[in-house]
């Protein structure tokens, strides 16, 4: 069985700094997605990761890929209030299912 | 609109009672997925429906949940005995093709509740 593990659980930034979120999976696959998910609302898509090595930015998220070490990570450049949100790392098993991991809940301060 | 689109919102029902859940999938998406999230056990796969194969229903928890999805668009996601467990957001989600290469795009979710 697949299992996604995502930490921090909780992460209080403050504005202006660098943090990382880590996404450990446990087995094979070569195909992972980031989505954020803010209060009360749906699963936005951020990142779709697809081979060993990849690489994605959008403004202050960048999200990388390591399928060697089964780890993909999130990284956040310079935080600001509108990253408060939760977001969560899905493994694609290799069969269109997605298993998630519990979600990072981010909370930016001043 | 564009997105995937769910309904209700928001249900309330006694337990014991059956419910039915919407989902209207983005045009032209041959794949169509259910989740739910709860506090205990995070997002949850359900059911997966693909062009007119038959659907994976492996995620299910009981044979009281079912789901059907009627020309290859529109599904109904239903519990029926509802229990107060069944308590969640059940989100829909589709996707232009079958899994690694597209993201799933979710509708906003029905949250259930169990009374």
């Known amino acids: 069985e697949l299992k996604v593990e995502q930490n921090p659980l909780f992460l209080s930034m403050q504005e202006g700094k660098n943090y990382t979120i880590y996404c450990n999976y446990s087995?094979?696959?070569?195909?992972l997605y980031w989505y954020r998910q803010d209060p009360g609302k749906s699963l936005e898509s951020l990142f779709v990761l697809l081979s060993n090595g990849a690489v994605k930015q959008e403004g202050r998220l960048m999200a990388s890929l390591d399928t060697k070490a089964r780890l993909s990570t999130l990284h956040i450049t310079a935080a600001v209030h509108d990253l408060s949100a939760t977001y969560f790392c899905?493994?694609?098993?290799?069969?269109?299912?997605?298993?998630f991991g519990a979600g990072t809940t981010v909370t930016v301060r001043a | 609109g564009a997105g995937v689109s769910q309904s209700p919102s928001n249900k309330v029902t006694e337990k014991g009672k059956d419910v039915e859940l919407r989902c209207d999938p983005i045009s032209g998406h041959t794949a169509l997925y259910w989740y739910r999230q709860s506090l205990g056990q995070g997002l949850e796969f359900l059911i997966y429906f693909q062009g007119n194969s038959a659907p994976d229903k492996s995620g299910l928890p009981s044979d009281r949940f079912s789901a059907e999805r009627t020309g290859g668009s529109v599904s109904t996601l239903t519990i029926q005995r509802t229990q107060q467990e069944d308590s969640a957001v059940y989100l829909c989600?589709?996707?232009?093709?079958?899994?690694?290469?597209?993201?799933?795009?979710f509708g906003d979710g029905t949250r259930l509740s169990i009374l």
């Open positions: 899905a493994v694609d098993m290799g069969d269109y299912k997605l298993s």
């Open positions: 989600a589709s996707s232009l093709a079958t899994g690694g290469y597209q993201p799933q795009h």
């Open positions: 087995t094979t696959s070569d195909r």
